[in-house]
Nanobody, 122 residues
């Protein structure tokens, strides 16, 4: 069973930084593709950053240069470092895991964490 636990969300002002973490089991970490998505009420969930099939990061255009996705292989943690935050980054952020690449988005087989709220005030 896939279990994902996010942490690190919070409230910051424009230009601030936050670091999100997603902890999972060793089995999930090694066997599933993982990434970060976000969603605001009334809108579809959208990709933020994922680890691609070759191990390289893949970012949505709206976070390139500001967000960094990384992996802590010793502790089975997926990390999203968010810098230069903007009010439009306000959303619920979700950790995702899937047996297929998340580069092109999520699928019905995607597993989700409970989400962590990020709020950026102007």
């Amino acid at each position: 069973q896939v279990h994902l636990v996010e942490s690190g969300g919070g409230s910051v002002q424009t230009g601030g930084s936050l670091t999100l973490s997603c902890v999972t089991s060793r089995d999930t970490y090694m066997r599933y593709w993982m990434g970060w998505f976000r969603q605001v009420p009334g809108k579809e969930r959208e990709k933020v950053a994922v680890i691609d099939s070759d191990g390289s990061p893949d970012y949505a255009n709206f976070v390139k240069g500001r967000f960094t996705i990384s992996q802590d292989n010793d502790r089975n943690i997926l990390v999203l470092r968010m810098n230069s935050l903007k009010p439009e980054d306000t959303a619920m952020y979700y950790c995702a895991a899937d047996r297929r690449s998340l580069r092109y988005g999520f699928s019905p087989s995607t597993y989700w964490g409970q989400g962590t709220q990020v709020t950026v005030s102007s």
